[in-house]
């Protein structure tokens, strides 16, 4: 499986560097050709916090205490601009 980013390659790099992600698995797409190809749906009301299932379910791991594992990702979490 690979994943197609729209940006620049130094960008996807920087990315890759960021998170920890082999970048042989990023492909950069400056132009956003493969976005526009596959009509991919821009500015989607389902997106992560407009969808009420997100915050949600955010909520209901803090209550039950399963937060470890976002807790352990965001030590290592940084404000990053995508392109």
Known sequence: MVFVGIGTNERS????????FPSQYLY???DNQVYDALELVKSSPLSLFTD??????????????????LEEALKSWTAWIPP
């Open 13 to 20: 790099l920087e990315f890759c560097k960021l998170v920890n």
């Open 28 to 30: 950069a797409d400056p």
């Open 52 to 69: 009420a299932r997100t915050p949600l379910a955010l909520a209901n791991r803090i209550k039950e205490n399963r937060t470890k594992d």
